[in-house]
């Protein structure tokens, strides 16, 4: 009776052990991510990121999407491309690249985003565009291989 009272509290320490050593090397996510840096988690749609690559001290980062991305959003249509690349500091994202939005007919990439209270800026060239934080509460849901969106590329 002893052994397996041993072996038991040996088999509780391994499993306690193990579950600590995995909280602490398990990455957050990148929606996570975008929190930390005071960003909402509705910049990025839902459920398409497959992985990134974060420099924690310049803030240089890339994301990694399932595909290319396509979604209507607030009367917007926006792309993302399969690799997002750019620099993240607080309540900052800049020299975006692999972002776009659709605008007069024309794709124009989004370079730069910023928060300012309970809004977020999106700058693209020299038009810039503010919308409420709320806004962007919840991820939007990407539209795949849209045909309309293919025509439009098309056009551009």
Same mark, same amino acid.
């Given at each position: ?11 509780? #320490? ?5 579950? %600590? ?5 398990? $990455?957050?996510?990148? *929606?996570? @991510? ?23 001290? #310049? ?5 990694? %999407? ?5 979604? $209507?959003?607030?009367? *917007?249509? @926006?792309?993302?491309?399969?690799k997002i690349t ?10 975006l690249k692999g ?58």
């Amino acid at each position: 009776m002893e052994s397996a009272t041993t072996l038991a509290a040996i088999l509780c #320490t391994i499993l306690i052990h193990s579950t %600590l050593i995995n909280s602490f090397t398990e $990455f957050p996510t990148a *929606y996570e @991510v975008l929190e930390d840096y005071s960003f909402p988690v509705g910049l990025l749609p839902d459920g398409v990121v497959k992985g990134y690559d974060l420099n924690q001290i #310049t803030g240089e980062f890339s994301a990694y %999407l399932n595909g290319t991305c396509r979604l $209507f959003e607030g009367g *917007y249509q @926006v792309k993302y491309e399969s690799k997002i690349t750019g620099f993240i500091s607080n309540s900052k994202l800049s020299g975006l690249k692999g972002v776009s939005v659709l605008f007069f007919n024309k794709w124009r990439k989004i370079g730069q985003i910023l928060r300012h209270g309970n809004h977020v800026h999106f700058f693209s060239g020299v038009a810039a565009e503010k919308f409420h934080i709320g806004d962007f509460d919840e991820s939007p849901v990407c539209v795949w291989h849209e045909p309309e969106a293919d025509l439009l590329d098309q056009q551009a």
